[in-house]
Nanobody, 124 residues
Framework: QAQLVESGGGLVQAGDSLRLSCAAPPRTTMWYNMAWFRQAPGKEREFVAAISRIGSRTYNDETVKGRFTISSDNRKSTVYLQMDSLQPEDTAVYYC?????????????????WGQGTQVTVSS
């Protein structure tokens, strides 16, 4: 079973940037769609961004479009989430996920494997 390990979270101020990383077992990013979700306290887990296997296509939620960028390095089997112009409403635990190609990118049910999450806190 694939294991995903997120890193890069932290406490930053509004307007700052962070880059999250998700390390996956070898070849995971070549065979699976990868995504980032986030969950704020008291809220449901929500879609942030996804990248198709091999990195041929990317998808972003409207709330982060123009500020967050998802990318992957297939040689390292690692997925990144570059987050710029962070705002307090971006505060959440960010999760990396891997799922079969062909399923809707925005749905949590499309992904079978999840990381433990990394906390991102943005102060105003």
């Amino acid at each position: 079973q694939a294991q995903l390990v997120e890193s890069g979270g932290g406490l930053v101020q509004a307007g700052d940037s962070l880059r999250l990383s998700c390390a996956a077992p070898p070849r995971t990013t070549m065979w699976y769609n990868m995504a980032w979700f986030r969950q704020a306290p008291g809220k449901e887990r929500e879609f942030v961004a996804a990248i198709s296997r091999i990195g041929s296509r990317t998808y972003n939620d409207e709330t982060v479009k123009g500020r967050f960028t998802i990318s992957s390095d297939n040689r390292k089997s690692t997925v990144y989430l570059q987050m710029d112009s962070l705002q307090p409403e971006d505060t959440a635990v960010y999760y990396c996920a891997a799922g079969e190609a062909g399923n809707p990118a925005r749905l949590t049910t499309s992904y079978k494997t999840w990381g433990q999450g990394t906390q991102v806190t943005v102060s105003s």
